[in-house]
Structure formats: C-alpha cells, structure tokens
C-alpha cells in the first residue's frame, strides 16, 4: 500500500490485514500509513478496532508432537539433545495451524489489547 498514491483522498478503506495472532504478520503499519496518507478526515476504516485476547492453555498433545518426540528413542539413538532447540523453535516459530478446543482454556481470556484503528497511531503497536 505504500507505494499506492491517488488524487485525492478516500472515503473508505477496506483492508483484510489481519494475520495470525493479530499483528504476526506485521500488515498492521501498512494499513495505517494508507490510513494516514489515503483516507479523509471523516472517512471510514473497515475494520476500525481490534482486540486481542490472551488465555493460558492445556496443550499436551501439540507439546509431545511437536517437542516430547525428540526426547524418545529413535530407531536406537537418542535426539534428546534436541529438545532445548525443539522448545526454543516452538516459541519463535509459532504453530499457526493450530486450533485450540474451548476445553484446552485454564482460564478465561484477557484483553491484552484494545487498538482504535482510526487513532492508534503506528508507534503504538511497538508496545504490544
């Protein structure tokens, strides 16, 4: 969207820049530099608020595939050294095709973020 430059400024903006995690994929700037540059004082940013929400969860069954594996016996070696660098990658690498069962929730969700799309300004998203 960067380099988009019209003649004059819109009254709408649609834009689907929601990624995983919400603001994983880092589409987030992009929209608001359009916003900035493109939109109208008045005009409308669809969509204009975002929320993100955090709950502790009971994964087990993702951990052991995707960590306990290499602390097994396989075929006679041991990959246990792999573990610490399984954990680690799981933490960086995050496992976007997941879904989590309402039953896996230990708790109830937080909001850990409340973005109004049409004043957050671009900074701000730093911080979370």
Do not use: N
């Not at 003649?7 to 995690?21: A, C, L, N, R, T």
């Not at 070696?77 to 095709?97: C, G, N, R």
């Not at 909001?111 to 109004?116: G, K, P, Y």
């Amino acid at each position: 969207m960067e380099d988009v430059h019209l003649p004059e400024q819109v009254d709408v903006i649609v834009s689907e820049w929601m990624g995983f995690y919400l603001l994983h994929e880092s589409m987030l700037p992009s929209v608001l530099d359009a916003r900035d540059r493109l939109l109208r004082p008045e005009g409308l940013l669809l969509p204009s608020r975002a929320r993100l929400l955090c709950a502790p969860l009971e994964a087990t069954a993702a951990y052991g595939a995707q960590v306990g594996f290499w602390a097994e016996d396989i075929y006679g070696f041991d990959f246990s050294p792999l573990v610490p660098m399984a954990q680690q990658l799981l933490t960086e690498k995050p496992d976007v095709s997941a879904t989590v069962d309402p039953a896996q929730l230990l708790a109830a969700p937080q909001l850990v973020a409340e973005l109004d799309l049409l004043a957050v300004p671009p900074a701000a998203l730093q911080r979370i």
